[in-house]
Antibody, heavy 119, light 107 residues
Framework: VQLVESGGGLVQPGGSLRLSCAAS????????MNWVRQVPGKGLEWVSY????????YYADSVRGRFTISRDSAKNSVFLQMNSLRGEDTALYYC?????????????WGQGTLVTVSS | DIQMTQSPSSVSASVGDRVTITCRAS??????LAWYQQKPGKAPKILIY???SLQSGVPSRFSGSGSGTDFTLTITSLQPEDFATYYC?????????FGGGTKVEIK
C-alpha cells in the first residue's frame, strides 16, 4: 500500500488549494478514505471522510462548507478541494486509508503535504 | 461531538518499564477505539483497533483494553523504539475525534 499526497503549498487567506492523494497497492474502490491534518507540533484532527462508492461523505465542523472531498476510481485518487482558507487551516494534511473497508480507523497514511495559509 | 481525553499528557519511563496510557470518551463508544503511535517527522501508525485487537505486525508488548468510556493502552517492557507520542481515536461516530496525545519520553 502506498499513499502519496501532493498539492500543498503557501496560499493567502481566502485562497484555494486542491490536495491530491494517489493510492496504490490495494483495491481502491473497496475502501473509504480520509483526510487528517496536524498542525506541526500539535495533535491530530480528522478532516473528512468519503466512502468507497462516494455516496457517504462527512466533514469536520471546522471545514464544512469550505472543503470538498472527492475521489476518482479511474485514477485511484482522492482529493480535497479547500476554499476560503484561513490561518487555522495551516497544517500537514495526511491522506489515510480505512483499515477494513469502512471501519472508521486508519491503517495506512501518506507522508503528508504541508498547507500554509499566510499573507 | 465525542471528546477524547488522554492522560497523562507525557510520561518519562525507562527501557524495560511497563507504561499505561488512559483514554476517556465523553460518551459511550462501545469498543470503537483505536490507538496510534507517531514518531517525529513520521505519519501515525495504527497499533490497536476495536479497543483490544492488535494490528498485524505490531509487537505483542502492546495491548489495549476497555469499553464504554474508559480505555487503556499498555506497553509491557518498553523498548527504545517505543519512545513516541500515542493517540487514541474514537471510531463510533462522526466527527471522528482523537485524544490530545501522550508523549512517552526517556527517563
Amino acid at each position: 500500500v502506498q499513499l502519496v499526497e501532493s498539492g500543498g503549498g503557501l496560499v493567502q487567506p481566502g485562497g484555494s488549494l486542491r490536495l491530491s492523494c494517489a493510492a496504490s497497492g490495494f483495491s481502491f474502490s473497496d475502501y473509504s478514505m480520509n483526510w487528517v491534518r496536524q498542525v506541526p507540533g500539535k495533535g491530530l484532527e480528522w478532516v473528512s471522510y468519503i466512502s468507497g462508492s462516494s455516496n457517504i461523505i462527512y466533514y469536520a465542523d471546522s471545514v464544512r462548507g469550505r472543503f470538498t472531498i472527492s475521489r476518482d476510481s479511474a485514477k485511484n485518487s482522492v482529493f480535497l478541494q479547500m476554499n476560503s482558507l484561513r490561518g487555522e487551516d495551516t497544517a500537514l494534511y495526511y491522506c489515510a486509508k480505512d483499515r477494513a473497508g469502512s471501519s472508521w480507523n486508519f491503517d495506512h497514511w501518506g507522508q503528508g503535504t504541508l498547507v500554509t495559509v499566510s499573507s | 461531538d465525542i471528546q477524547m481525553t488522554q492522560s497523562p499528557s507525557s510520561v518519562s519511563a525507562s527501557v524495560g518499564d511497563r507504561v499505561t496510557i488512559t483514554c476517556r470518551a465523553s460518551q459511550d463508544i462501545r469498543s470503537w477505539l483505536a490507538w496510534y503511535q507517531q514518531k517525529p517527522g513520521k505519519a501515525p501508525k495504527i497499533l490497536i483497533y476495536a479497543a483490544s485487537s492488535l494490528q498485524s505486525g505490531v509487537p505483542s508488548r502492546f495491548s489495549g483494553s476497555g469499553s464504554g468510556t474508559d480505555f487503556t493502552l499498555t506497553i509491557t517492557s518498553l523498548q527504545p523504539e517505543d519512545f513516541a507520542t500515542y493517540y487514541c481515536q474514537q471510531a463510533d461516530s462522526f466527527p471522528l475525534t482523537f485524544g490530545g496525545g501522550t508523549k512517552v519520553e526517556i527517563k
